[in-house]
């Protein structure tokens, strides 16, 4: 958010100028058409649920670094086998009525036809880095979300405590696959033959 404005108003860039928007008064009200068209222009991470826009906070340096580098694994191994991982901004479709924007979503192959431009109408992989602000949202808030929309596996990645925790969708709930902690190889269920340390994802920052 650029400095001095308030947490629910956006700079909106336009061909010639920038407009502020304040989006109180139309909170749960908003379309999921004005929404796409307000993140076609904002620079902000912005969520969508039924009708009401979530502003999520800036990413810090050490957000991004932990980011870069789980990029940087994910990608070393998904990409040479078909698949593709991306990471924030990029809208996930959630169910119609409910968009995210994961810190990171793979694809097991590039083809896959819910990868589309715009946003991608599923995943089968997304990571998030909880965010010191309100660690509920990526620990259970969207835990309930992405098990909703039917993703095999969601990865919760805790910058305080260096931990990763790998969780695998069973009978539409979320299971915890393993907790990894400095000193251990993250392992994945979906992935079986992925092997990333736990130091090489945060001893960059």
């Keep these: 958010m650029t400095s001095g404005l308030p947490a629910q108003h956006l700079r909106i860039a336009t061909e010639d100028d920038e407009t502020i928007v304040d989006l109180t008064p139309l909170q749960g009200l908003w379309t999921v058409e004005q929404y796409l068209a307000i993140t076609d222009q904002s620079r902000r991470l912005l969520e969508y649920v039924d009708g009401t826009i979530e502003v999520l906070p800036m990413p810090t340096d050490r957000h991004q670094v932990i980011s870069q580098a789980l990029f940087i694994a994910l990608h070393a191994y998904i990409y ?11 809208r996930l479709r959630i169910r119609a009525g409910k968009f995210r924007e994961p810190d990171a979503l793979l694809l097991q192959r590039r083809d896959d036809p819910r990868r589309q431009n715009r946003y991608w109408l599923g995943a089968d992989l997304v990571v998030e880095i909880v965010s010191p602000d309100d660690p509920e949202r990526d620990t259970v808030v969207k835990r309930a979300d992405y098990a909703e929309a039917g993703i095999p596996e969601y990865w919760i990645v805790a910058p305080d405590a260096e931990r990763v925790i790998v969780l695998t969708l069973q009978d539409g709930v979320y299971h915890e696959a393993g907790v990894y902690q400095q000193g251990d190889q993250i392992r994945s269920v979906l992935l079986p033959e992925l092997s990333i340390p736990v130091q090489a994802i945060f001893a960059a920052q």
């Excluded at 040479?80 to 990029?90: E, K, N, Q, S, T």
């Design 80 to 90: 040479p086998r078909g698949g593709i991982v991306l990471y924030a901004p990029l």
